[in-house]
């Protein structure tokens, strides 16, 4: 008997349930399939697959320091397991459930009915607190709990030998007409073990306060999201590693608490795409469905996703996003916000763009997220950040702005913020001449948003306030967490500030 265990976004041996089972039963053949149709996607990019490639490398030490190592073959999924089907007794193939975007849900579909056809069992295992065909959310919260505090699957002790690896791990990079350009310093798959370390040691000591500073949040925030999208880390492990922290470490207590919170928010968001895979498309509550449909500049979303579009911070945050493929969550909704609002660009390109430039992609974190800064989910406020007090407030001194925005980098303070409102004869001084070496603001901030609330009051009067209401009772029924604010009435920090403006208030 021949176990196939078919491995996705869970590229691990700890904490395993797959591979655990597999390996008690008997042997077991441990495959990656490259599909390059997948490579193909909009949302996808080679940064992305660089840092699979070296997962690969790693797990495929793992598993032949067991006694059988990796086969990574390429080509369609169906066909790859059609022929691994025949050219191998498999008596049953085991997989974690993915919650990817909708070309793997397709994929799949069509991985069920071939193995179906072939009379294959197909067992698919939890990997988050996540659950398939979840009606409402009611239970959620605690069916989370149980889940996540439950037993870890042990590591196997051994795997027999079946076979060498056919394709050991050739090159293979996505030929894409359209990448990103390669990241200059992404974060690799190698240093997870240090990244772990150092963050329980001592980077958390300071993850609260740092965790919207631009400058300071790539060294304070945990940098465990890659780890976590593609699987080389179990998010129950690390949960329950964070709480025997908290316990052990008095001095980093505070800020593993509020790490703790952020790592429910994983699980939370992706319950969303599993639950509806058409997030991916389409707007959340139906009212917004044709929000921002027309009215698409491209010249706009060229400045915004290559960082040109006059506002520092904004800019900053786009250049070090390309050049790192990270940023941390204010600038991500940041950015956001400001395509939807200041520029009133439709998310879903706006969507594509940031998934590429994500090395960390985890489509049921990104499409969730992207709708509720979009304002498309009818459950969230419509928040629009001001990119000027941002910047004035989070990067005063501007370290963050003059190391990605190199032409600003000898403006004072005082202007730094807003150049545009520089004399000519300082420009002159300053090296920056304004539409020349760094653009003039693509929009006016005041003005935009005027807009913005104006078609966004245009929208909602479309439809009478009942049916409103009634759509955004259902999307409460099936995505809203049921959990109440542990200090009613406090407003989140967040959520307080002038630094964003809450159209709905
Ligand atoms: C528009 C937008 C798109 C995003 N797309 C992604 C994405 O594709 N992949 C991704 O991993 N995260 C995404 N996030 C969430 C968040 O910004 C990143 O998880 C975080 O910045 C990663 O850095 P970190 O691991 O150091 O975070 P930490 O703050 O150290 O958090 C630890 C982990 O908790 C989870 N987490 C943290 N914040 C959130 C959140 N707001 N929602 C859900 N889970 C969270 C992530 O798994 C993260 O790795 C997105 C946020 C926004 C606003």
Excluded at 130 to 157: C, H, I, M
Excluded at 222 to 243: D, E, F, W
Excluded at 305 to 333: E, K, Q, V
Excluded at 348 to 357: G, K, S, T, Y
Aim: contains cysteine.
């Amino acid at each position: 008997m021949i176990s196939l265990v078919w491995f996705k976004r869970d590229l691990r041996i700890d904490d395993h349930g797959p591979l655990a089972d597999a390996a008690r039963h008997g042997a077991v053949l441990p495959v990656y399939i490259i599909e390059p149709d997948y490579w193909q996607q909009p949302d996808t990019s080679v940064r992305q697959w660089l840092f699979i490639e070296q997962s690969l490398q790693l797990l495929n030490q793992q598993l032949t320091a067991l006694g059988q190592s990796l086969l990574v073959l390429k080509g369609p999924a169906t066909q790859v397991l059609r022929q691994l089907c025949q050219e191998f007794p498999i008596t049953q193939v085991l997989s974690h459930e993915e919650t990817g975007n909708l070309w793997t849900f397709q994929r799949d579909l069509a991985v069920k009915q071939l193995l179906k056809e072939l009379a294959i069992p197909w067992l698919q295992y939890q990997q988050h607190a996540v659950f398939r065909a979840l009606k409402n959310r009611d239970l959620w919260a605690e069916q989370a709990d149980t889940y996540l505090s439950g037993t870890l699957y042990p590591k196997p002790t051994a795997l027999p030998f079946l076979c060498h690896s056919r394709q050991p791990l050739q090159p293979f990079r996505p030929h894409r007409a359209l990448d990103l350009i390669p990241c200059s310093s992404a974060q690799t798959a190698f240093v997870l073990p240090d990244t772990l370390q150092s963050f329980f040691n001592y980077r958390a000591k300071d993850y609260s306060r740092h965790i919207s500073l631009p400058d300071k949040a790539q060294h304070s925030s945990s940098r465990l999201s890659p780890y976590l999208a593609y699987g080389q880390l179990s998010l129950r492990a690390l949960q329950q590693q964070t709480l025997r922290q908290i316990k052990q470490q008095a001095a980093l207590s505070f800020g593993l608490s509020s790490f703790y919170s952020r790592l429910r928010w994983h699980c939370h968001f992706i319950q969303k795409l599993e639950s509806d895979p058409l997030i991916e498309t389409e707007a959340l509550h139906p009212g917004y469905a044709r929000l921002r449909k027309q009215d698409f500049n491209s010249d706009w979303f060229w400045a915004w996703s290559n960082g040109y579009t006059g506002y520092p911070l904004i800019d900053a945050c786009m250049r070090s996003l390309l050049a790192t493929g990270w940023l941390h969550f204010r600038a991500r909704a940041m950015l956001v916000a400001f395509a939807c609002y200041h520029l009133w660009l439709d998310w879903r390109p706006v969507a594509l763009h940031l998934a590429q430039c994500f090395v960390d992609y985890e489509p049921g974190i990104h499409y969730p997220q992207i709708q509720m800064q979009a304002g498309t989910t009818g459950i969230n406020p419509n928040r629009m950040y001001n990119p000027v007090l941002q910047s004035q407030q989070k990067d005063p001194q501007g370290h963050f702005i003059r190391r990605w925005c190199s032409e600003l980098r000898l403006l004072p303070d005082s202007w730094l913020h807003q150049p545009w409102l520089m004399p000519l004869s300082l420009q002159r001084q300053y090296g920056c001449l304004l539409g020349t070496d760094y653009p003039m603001p693509v929009v006016d901030l005041q003005q935009a948003m005027r807009l913005a609330k104006q078609r966004i009051t245009e929208c909602k009067q479309q439809q009478d306030s009942e049916w409103w209401r009634e759509q955004k009772h259902q999307v409460v029924q099936r995505h809203a967490s049921r959990k109440r604010p542990s200090r009613p009435g406090v407003k989140s920090a967040s959520s307080a500030g002038q630094l964003s403006l809450d159209l709905n208030e």
